[in-house]
């Protein structure tokens, strides 16, 4: 009896520690920074953008721009050394405004995914 | 392009695990079937000779199929045109940046490694030592395991994608063995079917009986695998039924059972048929089981040849 606790409690601690680390095809935002349609009192130095899969570095690119369609990155957007589900992409100083964050992305899996949010630095 | 990616992966699919299970067959079944036919050569080098032309027929098919993969993954990659490909270096960047690639390159090698080791077959002894046998199923293995790397759970990430790509890896080895070592099964059979001699008959016996212990171990495997990847990749039932790829994913488990019950009927009744039986009768019967099983496996490979290009459908079920 005893024993069949035991085990059931190890699969269900090994399923749980799977399911954090579950991540599939067709990526999705997870997570970024500035997050999508919030208002930054002070002016990011980058934006973090974390997927729910491995991307691949060469095909995966994220672009800022701001309200009149100017770029606003320094186009060094990379992946983390060591973590393939997160992009970052420098920022030039940015003076209050709209800012729209357009990412494109391929799975390591070769799945194509795109998105965009905007976020607002100022009041 | 959806279609022609489905196409060439079915193709790739069927002719990799038709290789990989003749070499599994050729090593854990054929031979040491051959080893009781206290001396006789004819039937071992009729088969060993039908064996080496399927694997260099289906080694053919792998290498056109998967270039004619490379080529379209790198179009689809990169959002342009198939007749584009090869403009930009698009197809040397997918090479070398991208893991498709690195599981594209390393498969090539395996291809290559197995087409050298299998030359011996030909020859009248076939892969005579033991040791040579197996490094041809370990590069056999290694071919078909490695599809692991260019489906779903690459793009996984920490332990989760290691134990993944594992649990894939030995789903495809075990499906090699079972599915792809029905072909040559059929083709010992046949040839065993038309000879006179009483050791044909010690052969083909020999074979069905070590076929079948291949047979349980794969089916073990592929149950346990294929509950791993279906809790990885589906993780409900509402997603299992309600999602398209919920769908595909039953209607190859559903095969997976007709094929089961196929295989039940030659383990418990053909089987012990052959065993005592003096005619060649039990014989032609399970060649014709075989290949009907081995048809439904190609149906299973047409699934899961649509089932890489779907998102799966635990993705379905966590978006907004």
Redesign the interface.
């Known amino acids: 009896m005893r024993n069949n606790r035991r085990i059931t409690g190890a699969i269900v601690a090994a399923l749980i520690l799977l399911s954090e680390n579950v991540a599939f095809a067709h990526a999705q935002l997870r997570r970024a920074v500035p997050a999508p349609a919030a208002i930054v009192g002070t002016a990011p130095s980058e934006v973090l953008l974390n997927f729910s899969e491995s991307l691949e570095a060469s095909f995966s690119s994220v672009v800022v721009r701001d309200s009149v369609g100017k770029r606003v990155d320094t186009a060094d957007a990379h992946l983390d050394t060591g973590d393939r589900t997160t992009m970052r992409v420098s920022l030039t100083p940015l003076v209050p405004g709209i800012y729209i964050v357009e990412w494109r992305v391929l799975t390591a899996d070769t799945h194509r995914a795109e998105g965009a949010f905007i976020f607002r630095v100022g009041q | 392009m959806d279609d022609s990616l489905i196409l060439v992966r079915a193709v790739h699919f069927v002719s990799t695990l038709l290789v990989s299970g003749v070499v599994l067959f050729l090593i854990f079944v054929a031979e040491p079937a051959f080893r009781k036919s206290g001396g006789d050569t004819h039937l071992p080098t009729i088969v060993r000779r039908r064996l080496a032309y399927s694997a260099w027929i289906g080694l053919t098919f792998v290498l056109i199929s998967g270039a004619a993969w490379l080529l379209i993954?790198t179009a689809?990659?990169?959002?342009i045109p198939f007749a584009e490909v090869f403009s930009n270096a698009a197809v040397w960047?997918v090479l070398t940046?991208?893991?498709?690639g690195y599981d594209w390159v390393t498969r090539l090698f395996l291809a290559i490694l197995l087409a050298a080791a299998l030359l011996p077959v030909h020859s009248t002894r076939g892969i005579a030592s033991k040791w040579k046998g197996l490094i041809a199923v370990s590069f056999a293995a290694g071919l078909v395991a490695t599809l692991a790397w260019?489906?779903?759970?690459?793009?996984?990430?920490?332990?989760?994608?290691t134990?993944h790509l594992i649990a894939d890896g030995l789903h495809l080895i075990a499906a090699a063995a079972w599915i792809g070592a029905l072909v040559p099964l059929a083709g010992l059979l046949a040839a065993a079917e038309h000879r006179v001699e009483e050791s044909s008959i010690t052969i083909a016996r020999e074979a069905v009986l070590r076929f079948s212990t291949l047979g349980i171990v794969s089916v073990v495997t592929l149950m346990t695998t294929g509950i791993i990847n279906t809790?990885?990749?589906v993780?409900s039932v509402t997603v299992l039924i309600g999602t398209d790829y919920g769908r595909l994913l039953l209607a190859k488990v559903v095969l997976f059972l007709v094929m089961l019950a196929i295989a039940s009927v030659n383990r418990l009744l053909l089987t012990p048929h052959i065993i005592r039986a003096q005619s060649s009768e039990p014989l032609r019967q399970l060649r014709i089981n075989s290949l009907i099983e081995a048809t439904i496996g190609a149906l299973i490979l047409i699934i899961v040849s649509v089932l890489?290009t779907?998102?799966?459908g635990?993705?379905e079920q966590?978006?907004g």
Do not use: E, V, Y
């Open positions: 993954a689809r990659m990169n959002d960047t940046q991208t893991d498709f260019a489906g779903h759970a690459a793009a996984g990430t920490g332990f989760a994608r134990f809790l990885m990749l993780g890489g779907l998102p799966p635990i993705q966590t978006a």
